[in-house]
């Protein structure tokens, strides 16, 4: 009973409304100074590892990667989807084991006990705009983290919640990339200059493509209550946020095989859309899940995303 009302919460907040190899990084001037934060003069770091942090009456749990060298270092929040975990998130995207070589502090947080999904901003549950906030402040006072270089990622649901803290957190990140999830969450109002990095497969049978009631499979109680919702097309979301974004284009390239690439130049920033024919609900480059459908092999979203953030303007 339990896990029927958490994925009837989980399903009610999907109808929610949130008013070619790419150029080399460029190096910052040399009279650039990066924004650093208290941590990085703490003689208590954080360690690798699990991490509990207590946030609104509840203990919340964060696995933390770590690259090496004193910093200060650029941070991801790594965002796992509906039904999923940290650990799950790690192994997927591999983010933490590829953002820590180019040198990022990596956490990847786990939705509240007994939740099988965020709490995406302006909407009912645990306050995970608020725990994200925390759990950045709380690296901040023990890393030696780069204040004007924070990002998030994530996959399906975590995608959503990834481009719902662009204006949640009042511009504060750089960059999000959202895997099978850009068109859940509609644009928010208004969003400051964010670099947008998206893919999403045409046969993706949980979050379609071309928008419409999501999880097509369902059967009984969960084929109800998908029945709902009613998604936007992903080009019309991705056209959304160029249109509040001030974007223009896009220009549209093959970079790899069956991969459409749509590209957008944005004032500060720039939005990418890769389509996958044919791929399913899954992440470009990652290990092959079958039941949700084919996983490309001719790109990779992992080291797309880690390039995006590393050439995305600073804060």
């Keep these: 009973m339990l896990a029927r009302l958490a994925l009837t919460a989980a399903l009610a907040l999907l109808a929610v409304r949130c008013d070619g190899a790419p150029p080399a990084p460029v190096p910052p001037s040399p009279a650039a100074q990066p924004a650093i934060t208290s941590g990085c003069q703490s003689a208590d770091r954080l360690e690798p590892g699990t991490h509990r942090l207590a946030h609104d009456g509840l203990s919340r749990r964060f ?34 084991e590829h953002g820590t070589r180019r040198g990022y502090i990596v956490a990847t947080p786990q939705a509240a006990d007994g939740r099988m999904g965020w709490t995406l901003p302006r909407t009912a549950g645990p306050d995970d705009t608020g725990f994200l906030t925390a759990l950045l402040a709380h690296l901040e006072r023990r890393l030696c983290v780069r204040a004007d270089r924070q990002f998030a990622a994530g996959m399906s649901y975590g995608a959503a919640m990834a481009t719902g803290l662009i204006c949640a957190l009042d511009g504060r990140l750089s960059a999000v990339a959202a895997v099978a999830g850009i068109n859940i969450a509609r644009p928010c109002k208004p969003p400051a200059p964010t670099t947008i990095i998206a893919f999403h497969g045409t046969d993706d049978r949980i979050v379609p493509y071309d928008g419409g009631h999501p999880f097509r499979d369902a059967t009984g109680d969960l084929r109800k209550l998908a029945d709902l919702i009613v998604l936007d097309p992903v080009g019309r979301a991705t056209a959304g946020w160029a249109d509040l974004l001030g974007c223009t284009g896009p220009a549209t390239t093959t970079p790899a095989p069956r991969v459409r690439l749509h590209d ?28 949700l459908g084919h996983t490309t092999r001719d790109l990779d979203a992992t080291r797309l995303i880690l390039d995006a953030f590393d050439r995305a303007p600073s804060r």
């Design 63 to 96: 696995l933390l990667a770590l690259p090496n060298g004193d910093g200060p270092h650029p941070l991801i929040l790594d965002l796992h989807g509906l039904n999923s975990t940290a650990a799950r998130q790690n192994a997927y995207s591999r983010l933490a």
């Design 264 to 291: 957008w130049t944005c004032p500060g920033a720039t939005l990418r859309l890769y389509t996958v024919a044919d791929g399913g609900h899954t992440w470009p480059g990652a290990m092959p899940v079958p039941r």
